[in-house]
């Protein structure tokens, strides 16, 4: 989406930039923004009006819908084209490349700057959103929430956790975030689900990410959600990310989250690496030591393999 985006953002006049802005006021009240109400939202005239919706609905950065009234909405091109032009006034970005990873949750692409950066696109909410009945988005009510707000919110406490983060744990280097995206550190590595380790070196590697949470855990964080998609081993270590699901060590589920998230990879190095020296049948355990610190971590790795 974003490639796409950034074709046309050059295109973009300041003119539908207030229309697409205008849309996405609109939408913290409906799901779709009734024609007439775009030029309270947008600060167009209705003479120009026409024109910019036009101009935005031919590149697809809005969508029309017309059930009980006319009504528009954005599409993640559209916000993403808001975002990105925010990014590029702040002098956050110069350009987008290449995809670095597509998700179901996120898209994230390569981005030009004074150094190389990753820019990381929230698409949460979006697809349950768009899968409701369109009758019923028609009607706003106080109980509304649209997937721009999921999908911002999932940004800012991603974005606020990394902060916290960094640089005392492995994390991406947060550089800035705006509505659904966040700019980071691009990161040089493989995902841990790519790479081709050595029986030997899986140890070493596990270790690594364990000691890399307990730094998390030690700075007040668990991350709920550690799988092997979201670990990069890179020529200095490992490196973990896909942070907005996180939560406080003191949130009522947070053993459990820990835990999980120990099974996760633990079950993970079993599968793929069943003749490695790790000790799997101990997700406990594990956790208990990551709650404790690195030396704990290094000490359960170790007694597991003795």
């Known amino acids: 989406m974003v490639e796409n985006v950034a074709g046309v953002i050059a295109d973009l006049e300041p003119e539908d930039i207030h229309?697409?802005?205008?849309?996405?006021?609109g939408m913290r009240f409906s799901e779709w923004v009734q024609r007439s109400d775009l030029p309270k939202y947008s600060g167009l005239?209705?003479?120009?009006?026409q024109y910019r919706i036009d101009r935005c609905a031919d590149r697809e950065l809005i969508e029309r819908k017309t059930i009980q009234y006319e009504g528009y909405t954005l599409t993640f091109e559209g916000y993403d084209a808001l975002a990105l032009h925010t990014f590029a006034e702040r002098g956050t970005i110069d350009g987008v490349g290449a995809p670095?990873?597509?998700?179901?949750?996120?898209?994230v692409y390569e981005v030009q700057s004074y150094r190389p950066m990753a820019l990381?696109?929230?698409?949460?909410g979006y697809t349950e959103f768009r899968a409701v009945d369109r009758e019923r988005e028609y009607t706003a009510d106080r109980d509304h929430v649209?997937?721009?707000y999921t999908a911002r919110q999932a940004a800012e406490r991603e974005f606020e956790t990394l902060e916290a983060l960094y640089p005392d744990v492995a994390v991406?280097?947060?550089?800035?975030?705006?509505?659904?995206?966040?700019v980071m550190e691009r990161i040089?590595?493989?995902?841990?689900?790519?790479?081709?380790?050595?029986?030997s070196d899986v140890p070493a590697v596990v270790r690594a990410v364990f000691e890399v949470y307990a730094d998390a855990v030690a700075d007040g964080f668990i991350h709920a959600d550690l799988s092997e998609y979201n670990v990069f081993v890179t020529e200095s270590g490992v490196v973990i990310f896909d942070w907005p699901q996180a939560v406080a060590t003191d949130h009522d589920n947070s053993a459990e989250l820990l835990e999980r998230d120990v099974e996760n990879l633990l079950?993970?190095?079993a599968r793929k690496y069943p003749n490695a020296a790790v000790a799997t049948d101990d997700p406990a355990r594990i956790a208990d030591a990551v709650r404790e610190g690195r030396t704990a971590v290094a000490d359960a790795l170790t007694n597991a393999r003795d």
Do not use: C, F, M
């Open 19 to 25: 229309l697409l802005s205008g849309v996405e006021q």
């Open 45 to 49: 005239n209705h003479d120009d009006l």
């Open 100 to 107: 670095l990873g597509v998700g179901k949750e996120s898209d």
């Open 120 to 124: 990381k696109y929230h698409r949460e």
């Open 146 to 148: 649209s997937w721009l």
């Open 172 to 182: 991406p280097r947060p550089i800035d975030q705006n509505r659904h995206a966040i």
């Open 188 to 199: 040089d590595g493989v995902e841990l689900r790519q790479a081709a380790l050595d029986p």
């Open 267 to 269: 079950s993970y190095v």
